[in-house]
C-alpha cells in the first residue's frame, strides 16, 4: 500500500500562507509526477498542480502566481507554497500520485 501523507494545513487569514507537505516512502518519487487535488464542500475534487519528475511545474488558472509546487527529493516529499491565499481557496487539500491519495489536509482562509 501506497502511503502519501499530507500535512500543514490549517486556519489562515485572507492574503495569508501557508506551505502543505506531501510525504512518501515510495522508492520511485524521484521518476514521478506529483499531483496536488483540492475539493471544497459540496464542491467535486479539482486538480491544482503539478510536478513533474524533472521539476517542471504546472497549476490551475485560479493559483498562477500565488501557489507554488516544489519537490525534495532527497527526502520524497513535494510541497505546495500558498500565498495571498483566498477564502475561496478554503477546502480539503490531497496528494496524488501512482493512483493513491492521501488523507487530506484542510485549508481554511477565513478573517
Known amino acids: 500500500q501506497v502511503q502519501l501523507v499530507e500535512s500543514g494545513g490549517g486556519l489562515v487569514q485572507p492574503g495569508g500562507s501557508l506551505r502543505l507537505s506531501c510525504a512518501t516512502s515510495?522508492?520511485?518519487?524521484?521518476?514521478?509526477?506529483i499531483n496536488w487535488f483540492r475539493q471544497a464542500p459540496g464542491k467535486q475534487r479539482d486538480w491544482v498542480a503539478t510536478?513533474?519528475?524533472?521539476?517542471?511545474?504546472n497549476y490551475t488558472d485560479s493559483v498562477k502566481g500565488r501557489f507554488t509546487i516544489s519537490r525534495d527529493n532527497a527526502k520524497k516529499t513535494v510541497y505546495l507554497q500558498m500565498n495571498s491565499l483566498k477564502p475561496e481557496d478554503t477546502a480539503v487539500y490531497y496528494c496524488?500520485?501512482?493512483?493513491?491519495w492521501g488523507q487530506g489536509t484542510q485549508v481554511t482562509v477565513s478573517s
Open positions: 515510495r522508492s520511485s518519487f524521484r521518476i514521478s509526477n
Open positions: 510536478i513533474t519528475s524533472g521539476g517542471s511545474a
Open positions: 496524488n500520485a501512482w493512483g493513491f
